[in-house]
Antibody, heavy 121, light 108 residues
């Protein structure tokens, strides 16, 4: 069964760091594009970051320079290192498998259940 | 960045009725690269449609998508109780990918 399971969320003070993990089963992370998408409380979806199968990464402007996406092929796991966290980063963070289009664009066909990050003092 | 505006914000209908949800883009979406997702309370989003009109695996044929350029629609032909949820469109024709703000489909 194809599945994504996120972990690592929690309550963190502004300026702090947190690392989210996403363990995949039923497919190989490094053979797919993989994204992080977040959803602030009561709000819509916001794409955060993507890692292409070849290792290229991109970020939303709101997190560029603060967040780092990476993967561990031996663990079939995707990560999101979040630094210098702000109150506006408070959200449920979803890991998603992407369907690549023309080697650049993508949409999400498999989603995890999400992990909650709360940034507050 | 392409801005997607979904309307209406909330749609109140009864089971058995037909629902039409709109997604309008601030500029043309290349090659009709638009997806639709369904999200129920406390759940993660689920892919319904891609390439504007192609149904994802396992999605009922009561769901259909249409449109091109800047105007897209998701139609649910006969609403079932399980269809009441929030629906999001997403464009993947330009970078960065962007989502609409969502339409809440509620039981009247």
């Amino acid at each position: 069964e194809v599945q994504l399971v996120e972990s690592g969320g929690g309550l963190i003070q502004p300026g702090g760091s947190l690392r989210l993990s996403c363990v995949a089963s039923g497919f190989t992370v490094n053979s797919n594009y993989m994204s992080w998408v977040r959803q602030a409380p009561g709000k819509g979806l916001e794409w955060v970051s993507v890692m292409y199968s070849g290792g290229v990464t991109y970020y939303a402007g709101s997190v560029k320079g603060r967040f780092i996406i990476s993967r561990d092929n031996s663990k079939n796991t995707l990560y999101l290192q979040m630094n210098n966290l702000r109150a506006e980063d408070t959200a449920v963070y979803y890991c998603a498998r992407d369907v690549a289009v023309n080697n650049y664009y993508f949409y999400m066909d498999v989603w995890g259940k999400g992990t909650t990050v709360t940034v507050s003092s | 960045e392409i801005l997607l505006t979904q309307s209406p914000g909330t749609l109140s209908l009864s089971p058995g009725e037909r629902a039409t949800l709109s997604c309008r883009a601030s500029q043309s979406v290349n090659s009709g690269r638009l997806a639709w997702y369904q999200q129920k309370p406390g759940q993660s989003p689920r892919l319904l449609m891609y390439d504007a009109s192609s149904r994802a695996t396992g999605i009922s044929d009561r769901f259909s998508g249409s449109g091109s350029g800047t105007d897209f629609a998701l139609t649910i032909s006969r609403l079932e109780p399980e269809d009441f949820a929030v629906y999001y469109c997403q464009q993947y024709g330009s970078s960065p990918v962007t989502f609409g703000q969502g339409t809440r489909l509620e039981i009247k």
